[in-house]
């Protein structure tokens, strides 16, 4: 691939510097972060000492203190005067954040210049790891799903395409095949995340309510559902604290959020109703049984198709940009997102179709005084070009 993503040239600034932070690049599966590395690699003149966990068996616990040890032996014996270390799938060496605060320590008292970059298939295990023994030694490089005007410069793929199949590089080899790039999206992506990623963390007593949780907010993205609601279309089902545990699991994984109902007051905010909305709408497209031609010739299919990736669009710039993306409703009236960014809010309603009621719009302006309103779709900015503006640039 011979595109080059914008985390690559945020990671060389970083490692130019003199200050010393390891620096983590987290993000969902499949995105390309072993891609930027090889990359990096590639076309930087650094020495580099790469090492990757996938050879090494889980139970190794000194297998990350003898890569580091390498790693110093090649730096003593060149003429560099720092090392780049490179640890991939770092999150499949147990109790690996507890070895890399060892050696990082160690290389700080011995003055030793060796700067160090993480990375790995699960973003909840290198989060975890980072946040209980790497305080105060680390920086994190996001790394989310790919946005049109990235996927378009890599594969040269239009607006109507990106809507359908996503942000996901790795699977635009076989969209011509969409039965396969189906099949690809559900067991390469969807199970290795929640089985691999969320159950081997986390203790969930209920896995197949996990699952089920997933797929309903999948085909129901872009929806407000009560978990109520939810409840009642479960066979395995719990209770509304566990399904909303469970929804943060999924949120942390980078697939699927549930948006909070907009309100000035935050209790009111965390006790509404969730809006599901998936991080890339590639996974709603691949639990529908249409397939993207039958999807385009129906037009309020299309519309929701859509409207999800518009939504894709903003809740993963709202990651990177400190941006917070409600909805708001108040009996009939609602908005379908509201972006605030420190004390400014922006209320924009996504027209895809016809005859959609506009009316929310103006409750709202009336209500709260947005600093603007839009209109994505029909009699606004068209949804083609809405999704080459990065949000933060409406502020």
Not at 202 to 213: E, G, N
Not at 221 to 229: A, E, F, M, V, W
Not at 266 to 279: E, G
Request: positive net charge; contains cysteine; proline residues 2%.
């Amino acid at each position: 691939m011979k595109y080059i993503k914008s985390e690559y040239y945020l990671l060389k600034k970083r490692l130019r510097e003199k200050r010393k932070l390891i620096q983590a690049i987290v993000g969902p599966r499949q995105v390309g972060k072993t891609t930027l590395i090889t990359q990096f690699m590639q076309n930087e003149k650094y020495l580099f000492h790469f090492a990757s966990a996938d050879s090494a068996e889980q139970s190794d616990v000194f297998w990350i203190s003898q890569q580091w040890e390498e790693a110093r032996i090649k730096l003593k014996l060149s003429k560099s005067k720092q090392l780049i270390l490179i640890i991939d799938e770092i999150q499949k060496i147990s109790a690996w954040s507890e070895f890399v605060k060892k050696e990082w320590d160690n290389d700080t008292r011995n003055q030793t210049n060796i700067k160090v970059i993480i990375l790995g298939s699960s973003s909840l295990l290198i989060y975890q790891g980072l946040t209980e023994s790497l305080a105060g030694r680390f920086e994190i490089i996001n790394m989310g799903h790919w946005s049109f005007t990235e996927i378009n410069k890599a594969f040269n793929i239009s607006e109507e395409q990106f809507v359908w199949f996503g942000g996901f590089p790795g699977a635009y080899s076989l969209i011509k095949d969409e039965a396969r790039w189906k099949d690809y999206i559900r067991n390469s992506l969807i199970e290795a995340t929640v089985a691999k990623d969320i159950l081997m963390l986390y203790s969930v007593k209920k896995p197949a309510l996990l699952k089920r949780l997933f797929d309903l907010g999948c085909l129901y993205s872009g929806q407000i559902i009560s978990y109520n609601k939810i409840l009642g279309q479960l066979q395995d089902a719990g209770n509304t604290v566990t399904l909303s545990h469970y929804l943060n699991l999924l949120d942390k994984a980078g697939i699927i959020t549930g948006l909070q109902k907009y309100s000035i007051q935050p209790f009111r905010q965390k006790a509404s109703s969730p809006k599901f909305q998936t991080y890339n709408s590639a996974f709603t497209s691949a639990l529908m049984e249409e397939n993207f031609k039958e999807v385009k010739s129906k037009p309020e299919k299309w519309g929701r198709a859509v409207e999800i990736a518009i939504g894709a669009h903003l809740i993963n710039h709202a990651k990177v940009e400190n941006i917070k993306v409600f909805y708001w409703r108040h009996v009939n009236l609602e908005v379908d997102f509201v972006l605030k960014y420190k004390e400014q809010i922006i209320a924009l309603e996504v027209k895809s179709g016809k005859g959609k009621n506009v009316k929310g719009l103006a409750a709202f302006n009336s209500q709260f005084h947005p600093k603007k309103i839009l209109n994505v779709g029909r009699d606004g900015i068209a949804w083609e070009e809405f999704l080459k503006i990065n949000p933060i640039d409406l502020f």
